[in-house]
T-cell receptor, first 112, second 113 residues
Framework: SQKIEQNSEALNIQEGKTATLTCNYTNYSPAYLQWYRQDPGRGPVFLLLIRENEKEKRKERLKVTFDTTLKQSLFHITASQPADSATYLCALLSNSGYALNFGKGTSLLVTP | DTAVSQTPKYLVTQMGNDKSIKCEQNLGHDTMYWYKQDSKKFLKIMFSYNNKELIINETVPNRFSPKSPDKAHLNLHINSLELGDSAVYFC????????????FGPGTRLLVL
């Protein structure tokens, strides 16, 4: 069966450090992978999309890597800030091609 | 200016009741979705509508029925509510049949007593 696995434990880091979140998947052949951010009481918000032929993608302090051999994506937040505290979700297109399947998310807490 | 809106934001009801949740998007998107996020925060697809046609149904009980009066609206009707239906329900939309960025609504928090 298809699985998307993210670190289930919360990640606590100090402000200014780099946060690295992991997304592993099985039984997908994704053309792309997406990362979303979800704050408490709100809907997920799109952050980045990386395609299978892209090894790395950046947006401001965010960097995503995509290794289709390892079946893994890494999501980095550099110079982290308390405002980055949220749950980060990894998403892949389902086999139907018409919906996203989400991982359970990793909760990030950045402390001053 | 809200891109995807849902009403109500909170819904508290008794078991056995029938309720509806409404969703509207003003993005001109072709595809809309309903997701359920349970107490463990797992976000799971329920339905997808493309140009007013249901294109997937992820083994959701038939007590749940999506209805789309037009491309901008996708409502969710739930009959005979059960305790296990308590969750947060999110509406989302996308322009390209799931292959583009999805825009989510703020969620409807349903509590069944």
């Amino acid at each position: 069966s298809q699985k998307i696995e993210q670190n289930s434990e919360a990640l606590n880091i100090q402000e200014g450090k780099t946060a690295t979140l992991t997304c592993n998947y099985t039984n997908y052949s994704p053309a792309y992978l997406q990362w979303y951010r979800q704050d408490p009481g709100r809907g997920p918000v799109f952050l980045l999309l990386i395609r299978e032929n892209e090894k790395e993608k950046r947006k401001e302090r965010l960097k995503v890597t995509f290794d289709t051999t390892l079946k893994q994506s890494l999501f980095h937040i550099t110079a982290s800030q308390p405002a980055d505290s949220a749950t980060y979700l990894c998403a892949l297109l389902s086999n139907s091609g018409y919906a996203l399947n989400f991982g359970k998310g990793t909760s990030l807490l950045v402390t001053p | 200016d809200t891109a995807v809106s849902q009403t109500p934001k909170y819904l508290v009801t008794q078991m056995g009741n029938d309720k509806s949740i409404k969703c509207e998007q003003n993005l001109g998107h072709d595809t809309m979705y309903w997701y359920k996020q349970d107490s463990k925060k797992f976000l799971k697809i329920m339905f997808s509508y493309n140009n007013k046609e249901l294109i997937i149904n992820e083994t959701v009980p038939n007590r749940f029925s999506p209805k789309s009066p037009d491309k901008a609206h996708l409502n969710l009707h739930i009959n005979s509510l059960e305790l296990g239906d308590s969750a947060v329900y999110f509406c989302a939309s996308t322009s390209g049949g799931g292959q583009e960025t999805q825009y989510f609504g703020p969620g409807t928090r349903l509590l069944v007593l």
